[in-house]
T-cell receptor, first 112, second 118 residues
Framework: EDQVTQSPEALRLQEGESSSLNCSYT??????LFWYRQDPGKGPEFLFT???AGEEKEKERLKATLTKKESFLHITAPKPEDSATYLC?????????????FGAGTRLAVHP | GAVVSQHPSRVICKSGTSVKIECRSL??????MFWYRQFPKQSLMLMAT?????????EQGVEKDKFLINHASLTLSTLTVTSAHPEDSSFYIC??????????????FGDGTRLSIL
């Protein structure tokens, strides 16, 4: 069965304290791994797509990496405005209509 | 680019009322749209996949007669919660994927609809 597990469930950082969020997956044929940011009461905002192991993407303080079993979202020198829930999702070959399987998310709080 | 608009953002109504939620892709055409439900502090649960011009595909455990989906054009899908009851109260979110390019492109999400049934 296709599964996505995110850790930690919640993370509290001081402003400027870099860290990483983990997304572990087991799928039968990865077609894409997606990172989203979700603010309270809002829909997810697209951040990155990774398609193959070894691929990396960067945007401002965020950097996403991918291996054959997991993805990391690295946050460098975070600011309070980076506080949000970060969701990881995978699209597998076995999924009908190419649907996404979401992890439970990591709730990030960055304090000044 | 890739903007998805969802309306209304919040609905409060009495038990037994039917509620329609609209999802529009504003700057791209979407062959496929998705409807999700999210409970507090939980992740998104896919309810159904909506394809333009054909019947929606519902996930296991989702009542198709309860949650009616119509995808009449390449930019609009609607979800109607029929005869809503308090247990239907939730955060409903739609997403859309562009018809251009491969099918493993990202989904883009609306801002959700908070449904509260009294």
């Amino acid at each position: 069965e296709d599964q996505v597990t995110q850790s930690p469930e919640a993370l509290r950082l001081q402003e400027g304290e870099s860290s990483s969020l983990n997304c572990s997956y087991t799928v039968s044929g990865l077609r894409g791994l997606f990172w989203y940011r979700q603010d309270p009461g809002k829909g997810p905002e697209f951040l990155f797509t990774l398609y193959s192991a070894g691929e990396e993407k960067e945007k401002e303080r965020l950097k996403a990496t991918l291996t054959k079993k997991e993805s990391f979202l690295h946050i460098t020198a975070p600011k309070p405005e980076d506080s949000a829930t970060y969701l990881c999702a995978v699209q597998a070959e076995s999924g009908g209509y190419n649907k996404l399987i979401f992890g439970a998310g990591t709730r990030l709080a960055v304090h000044p | 680019g890739a903007v998805v608009s969802q309306h209304p953002s919040r609905v409060i109504c009495k038990s037994g009322t039917s509620v329609k939620i609209e999802c529009r892709s504003l700057d791209f055409q979407a062959t496929t749209m998705f409807w999700y439900r999210q409970f507090p502090k939980q992740s998104l649960m896919l309810m159904a996949t909506s394809n333009e011009g054909s019947k929606a595909t519902y996930e296991q455990g989702v009542e198709k007669d309860k949650f009616l989906i119509n995808h009449a054009s390449l930019t609009l899908s609607t979800l109607t919660v029929t005869s809503a009851h308090p247990e239907d109260s939730s955060f409903y979110i739609c997403s859309a994927r562009t018809r251009q390019g491969p099918s493993n492109q990202p989904q883009h999400f609306g801002d959700g609809t908070r449904l509260s049934i009294l």
